[in-house]
């Protein structure tokens, strides 16, 4: 198929490109760049330099004539988007409109939608499955879920089938080295211990020790984002063949304490990573993790890739690859 990639310059969008250039797909780049990277396009790839705030660099791209779009172009903090939550409503909820639009104006109806684990807030019950309440605890869980909501509304109007793909905590790179980019301030547990074992950190603040869990510390469900690519090329190859829209959760149904992870990480790296109990972050639910029951059923899918050795080795390899780079 032929697939429009937007936000395919990013962090998961860079693995979401290899994963369908590995499956045969032909595929172009739509970035603005503004947290995307040059160094991540993949060599084969068709670029267009544009912005989802804008319509018209839309309707130009959508012109060009797509089977399929995926769609990760999002801000993702979730702090931020507590602070500046205009932001998140021009980007995030305004910017997937004109996606929309543009997409069903060229007759392009298919499409993979990069949804969150956010959408739920804190669990009710754990694993949590697709039937599980959304209660977003932010607001940029709340765009994920207005935004699920609106695809389910074209489905109906414009026959447009999308795949809702739910991921909880992305982590890794791809093993075999093809990108490269780090993220520029990461807010997200992995990177900031890299950053702590590179030396561009002091120290891990680990938030909260004494939380109900095995060693006190919050349990996150990691998946590995070569995992998750490849879910994209999966539920795209679905829902086409299917003609019928799909939502599922992406998790390992494995979940790592952060203490887990910093202890794997000091193994894998062999450098000790200064850490530090700090108080708890507000809002941070003391557990979660996925079942991909649903996800295995319905896209054939499950995580090979996600155990912890795996995500922060394939991690380690790319930030030893900056050595050198100035922070
Ligand atoms: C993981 C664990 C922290 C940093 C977020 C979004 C979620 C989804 C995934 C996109 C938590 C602890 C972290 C640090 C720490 N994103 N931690 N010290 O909050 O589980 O999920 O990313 O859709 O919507 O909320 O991820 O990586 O921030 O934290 O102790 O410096 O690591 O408390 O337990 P989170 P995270």
Known sequence: MKVLVVGGAGYIGSHVVH??????HDVTVFDNLSSGQLINLVPGTGFIAGDIRHPDDLDAAFSRGFDAFVHLAAFKAVGESMS?????????????IN???AACAHGCKRMVFSSSAAIFGSPQYLPIDEAHPANPESYYGFTKLEIERILAWYDRIRGLRFAALRYFNAAGYDPDGTVL?????PQNLLPIIMEVAMG??????IFGNDYDTRDGTCVRDYVHVSDLARAHVLAL????REDESLTVNLGSETG????????????VTGVEIPARYVDRRPGDPSELYATSAHAKK???WEAELSDCKTLISSTWDVYRKHQTAEK
């Open 200 to 205: 561009w950190r002091k120290e891990l603040q």
């Open 99 to 101: 996606i929309l639009n």
């Open 181 to 185: 980019g780090l993220e520029s301030n």
């Open 256 to 267: 790592i304490t952060v203490t887990e992870m910093l202890e794997t990480a000091r193994e």
């Open 237 to 240: 190859e679905t829902i086409d």
């Open 84 to 96: 500046e939550p205009e932001k998140y409503s021009v980007n995030n909820l305004s910017g997937t």
């Open 298 to 300: 319905r896209i054939g």
């Open 19 to 24: 994963a369908f250039l590995s499956a045969g």
